[in-house]
């Protein structure tokens, strides 16, 4: 016969084990973190992308730094599609492969339209936001002027 010691012990570690395997299941079908999906795509080559000076061919994501976050231009239907900062990376992360052809590199600008000095503050600020967010990425900007 057991004794109690021991069946606490068995118990314990049974428990333990369960709980392992149920942790190990819901680790596994987690989908990996927006910055992992991102490092897949190669490092930025600047010598693809710094000869283009026209926008208009820019084949890379483009994002514009607004007052109240940033905007991810679709250029199939020259949209912007809006996001707050914390929506930027899942967001990218997103795009396929193709969306990448010169390396993990976004083209970024200042949204030119400011009504007064309070959007201008918020645009510097979110324009911070988004570098800090986009280099903790390692993904590279190339700042463009707005248009």
Request: glycine residues 6%.
């Amino acid at each position: 016969m057991i004794g109690k010691p021991v069946r606490l012990q068995v118990s314990l570690i049974l428990s333990l084990g369960i709980s392992l395997v149920a942790c190990s299941q819901q680790d596994a079908a987690k989908p990996p973190a927006p910055e992992v999906l991102l490092q897949a795509i190669p490092a930025a080559n600047s010598v693809q992308f710094e000869g283009v000076h026209d926008m208009k061919t820019w084949r890379n994501p483009y994002l514009i730094v607004r007052r109240d976050g940033v905007a991810l231009l679709d250029a199939a239907d020259n949209t912007e599609i809006r996001l707050k900062p914390a929506e930027l990376l899942p967001a990218l992360a997103a795009l396929p492969a193709s969306n990448w052809p010169y390396g993990r590199v976004v083209a970024a600008a200042e949204n030119n339209v400011k009504l007064s000095d309070e959007d201008g503050i918020a645009i510097r600020r979110n324009k911070g936001i988004v570098g800090g967010i986009l280099e903790g990425a390692h993904i590279a900007v190339k700042w463009v002027p707005s248009s």
